[in-house]
């Protein structure tokens, strides 16, 4: 049993928790808007729990040549870290699966897409050491919840919230909100649930053991070895000879459990500059409805847009199904675009990919890429419509085709001459470019031939593509490209190019690479 810890209540179960200071529904203190407020969400059961419901089980993982038990469900007498084989002599009827990191990983992932509904700032908190269940090693959501909280009635009511829903989708979820990330990680993962007032971290986590950090399994046993077991015994001694010995990590974990120093979030996504949200209380299923819900965020999120006079280049919709899982398509426009008209004709094909299942309950369309944008008056801006014009038309191919342009890059090497641009894009051509005839389309490997020529500089006579020999009725060259000394290994060969013409009438682009006895021909493209 997970142990009581100052400030909080012990979380007993899916959606189970109290506040502190007077029942379920006391609200703490406010914080003041600068206060930076963390939701920390253990998922001490996460293990078990993705294998969905069913009869007892037993987890367990390798460790050398032990597989040890790692996490339990539905099974009486048995903890993690036995062996497996004791654990099945006391419950024969469960059922051992091993553990799989990845699908965890990845449903924490998903889990962390779910929870963007209550904050734009959601990571996936890193799993430390190799345990499982309550500790270091307890998979946990970390939230930014700063500024967010009012728009669900208040801390308290978040917390509920969001702890509820967990457990909607059947996950046993602790969660605890505190100023520091840190400190809301270790309260949750010792299997506490609360909130903490400000101001008062360090006094939360002083009785925690020192297990609920993530610092290495051997410094916890070094410092139990001299009667450091808790996190306030530990901070009560002298800083420099504690770092000289257990290292700068150790300091700093115990400094961030303590709300002293506050590690960023790395959120899963970047939140979008713009978005628009809508909640719906009855799910969405048919595509009709799904439409209607797309325009109405399009108009909203256009406003928005005109209101700081932005306009969108890349917009993402993210639907929120009712069973947690979170689906998303996305489109780019050539230029910056706040027309919701445009945007939802990309969109219109995009949707079909949608799969509802149950309905959606949440929809956000964001803007995460996004560029200053001014009206344009038509007598003042010759082109202006033409262009404007040509790009949304470009955008609805590119919905269905690649589109681009090619322009010229800072290379000598033929491969490397030109480059692929938006198909909008403007293209500054230097006057002195191409400096040679080139073909219209390069091979895309070029092909390996063989050649006969009479003298070491001299174009080919003849030309042997396969097993069939091409006489050389006219040539051009040789054109000597000398490698890029500043990003082309020291050994590699230059170039001599050759403009060729067969008796049979096909004028091909041919390489000679390399000098004398080690030469080699390729065709590179035809004329």
């Known amino acids: 049993m997970p142990p009581s810890l100052r400030g909080i209540n012990e979380c007993r179960g899916p959606g189970s928790f109290k506040l502190p200071g007077g029942g379920a529904g006391a609200e703490p203190p406010q914080t003041a808007p600068a206060t930076r407020r963390h939701l920390a969400l253990a998922l001490p059961r996460l293990a078990v729990e993705r294998l969905g419901p069913g009869g007892p089980v037993l987890v367990w993982r390798g460790v050398g040549s032990r597989r040890e038990v790692v996490a339990v ?159 306030g015994e530990v901070r009560r001694q002298p800083r420099g000879p504690l770092a000289r010995r257990f290292g700068a990590a150790t300091l700093r974990a115990l400094e961030e459990a303590a709300g002293e120093v506050s590690a960023p979030i ?58 947690g899982a979170v689906q998303e398509v996305a489109i780019g426009t050539g230029l910056a675009v706040r027309d919701p008209a445009h945007l939802g004709r990309l969109f219109e094909q995009k949707l079909e990919r949608l799969e509802p299942g149950f309905g959606f309950d949440r929809i956000v369309l964001g803007a995460e890429a996004t560029e200053a944008m001014t009206g344009l008056q038509g007598g003042f801006v010759r082109g202006a419509q033409e262009t404007e014009d040509l790009a949304r038309l470009f955008d609805r191919l590119a919905q269905r085709v690649q589109v681009w342009r090619l322009a010229p890059a800072e290379s000598h090497w033929p491969e490397r001459e030109v480059t692929r641009v938006h198909a909008t894009a403007g293209v500054l051509v230097p006057q002195d470019w191409p400096r040679a005839v080139r073909p219209v389309r390069l091979l895309r490997r070029p092909l390996e031939v063989s050649a006969m020529a009479l003298l070491p500089d001299a174009p080919p006579s003849l030309l042997r593509i396969g097993k069939v020999g091409h006489r050389v009725r006219a040539a051009e060259g040789p054109e000597r490209i000398e490698p890029e000394w500043w990003r082309a290994r020291p050994d590699r060969p230059g170039r001599d190019y050759y403009r060729l013409e067969l008796a049979s009438g096909v004028r091909l682009w041919v390489c000679r690479s390399g000098f004398g006895a080690e030469a080699r021909w390729f065709v590179q493209g035809r004329l």
């Open 73 to 231: 469900g539905g099974v009486e007498g048995v903890r993690a870290g036995q062996a497996l084989s004791d654990a099945q002599a006391i419950a024969p009827e469960a059922q051992a699966v091993e553990e799989d990191a990845a699908a965890e990983a990845a449903l924490l992932e998903r889990l962390a897409l779910w929870a963007l509904r209550f904050s734009p700032l959601v990571s996936p908190s890193p799993v430390h050491g190799g345990g499982s269940g309550w500790g270091p090693g307890t998979p946990a959501l970390l939230l930014d919840i700063t500024g967010a909280t009012h728009l669900f009635g208040g801390e308290a009511a978040l917390l509920r919230r969001v702890v509820a829903g967990l457990a909607g989708l059947g996950f046993t979820a602790c969660g605890v909100i505190a100023g520091a990330p840190g400190t809301a990680l270790a309260l949750a993962r010792s299997g506490g649930a609360g909130i903490i007032p400000p101001s008062e971290e360090a006094a939360a986590v002083e009785d925690l053991p020192l297990s609920v950090l993530p610092i290495a399994p051997e410094v916890v046993t070094a410092l139990s070895r001299m009667g450091l077991r808790r996190i």
């Open 266 to 323: 790395s959120p899963i996504r970047p939140p979008p500059d713009f978005s628009a949200t809508r909640e719906f209380l009855e799910p969405l299923i048919t595509r009709e409805a799904i439409d209607i819900a797309v325009a109405a965020l399009l108009r909203a999120l256009c406003r928005r847009l005109e209101e700081a006079s932005r306009g969108a280049r890349r917009v993402v919709l993210r639907a929120h199904r009712v069973d």
